[in-house]
């Protein structure tokens, strides 16, 4: 009898000796085995078609500027709009296209400069469907602002820039 129990004892110290060996390589392992993802590393594509929550209009994708050109502006150009676009451009936008929006602001002598947005060549060759998309999407070495402004402020602010072309 005296052997039974001695094994009965060694079993159960066993079995509770094993599941705490367990519990404890899980909580040791776990950080380790899990993938690391580092913010902004990786991006996921939104699936096509798709529209953010709040609502809004559908940008399409860098590639498709030229779709993109051909949108008119659905937002009239009243004094608000273009006082919003003002505000907005002096955010966004001065301090790299200036405060008249000639190409001189404060960061363009560190990087290619850009362009004088009030200029007439550019004012005529470029409709307002493409300056808003550009605005949302970026360029070469303009930084991409559709995360931080929605599509009417965008509009808003291509407002702002055909009214100080025209002065």
């Given at each position: 009898?005296?052997?039974?129990?001695?094994?009965?004892?060694?079993?159960?110290?066993?079995?509770?000796?094993?599941?705490?060996?367990?519990?404890?390589?899980?909580?040791?392992?776990?950080?380790?085995?899990?993938?690391?993802?580092?913010?902004?590393?990786r991006?996921?594509?939104?699936?096509?078609?798709?529209?953010?929550?709040?609502g809004?209009?559908?940008?399409?994708?860098?590639?498709?500027?030229?779709?993109?050109?051909?949108?008119?502006?659905?937002?009239?150009?009243?004094?608000?709009?273009?006082?919003?676009?003002?505000?907005?451009?002096?955010?966004?936008?001065?301090?790299?296209?200036?405060?008249?929006?000639?190409?001189?602001?404060?960061?363009?002598?560190?990087?290619?400069?850009?362009?004088?947005?009030?200029?007439?060549?550019?004012?005529?060759?470029?409709?307002?469907?493409?300056?808003?998309?550009?605005?949302?999407?970026?360029?070469?070495v303009?930084p991409?602002?559709?995360?931080?402004?929605?599509?009417?402020?965008?509009?808003?602010?291509?407002?702002?820039?055909?009214?100080?072309?025209?002065?």
């Amino acid at each position: 009898m005296k052997y039974v129990f001695g094994l009965v004892l060694l079993t159960i110290l066993a079995a509770g000796g094993l599941m705490g060996g367990v519990i404890v390589l899980r909580w040791t392992d776990n950080m380790t085995s899990t993938p690391k993802i580092v913010p902004g590393e990786r991006t996921f594509e939104m699936p096509a078609g798709t529209l953010p929550r709040s609502g809004g209009e559908l940008t399409p994708p860098r590639e498709a500027r030229d779709l993109a050109a051909r949108r008119p502006n659905p937002v009239k150009a009243t004094p608000e709009s273009v006082a919003r676009g003002k505000a907005l451009f002096a955010i966004y936008c001065t301090p790299c296209h200036g405060a008249g929006g000639k190409g001189d602001g404060l960061v363009s002598p560190k990087f290619i400069p850009p362009p004088d947005i009030t200029h007439p060549s550019i004012q005529k060759a470029r409709t307002d469907g493409y300056l808003q998309h550009v605005i949302g999407t970026g360029g070469a070495v303009m930084p991409a602002y559709g995360e931080a402004l929605s599509a009417e402020e965008r509009w808003d602010v291509v407002h702002y820039l055909r009214s100080i072309a025209a002065k």
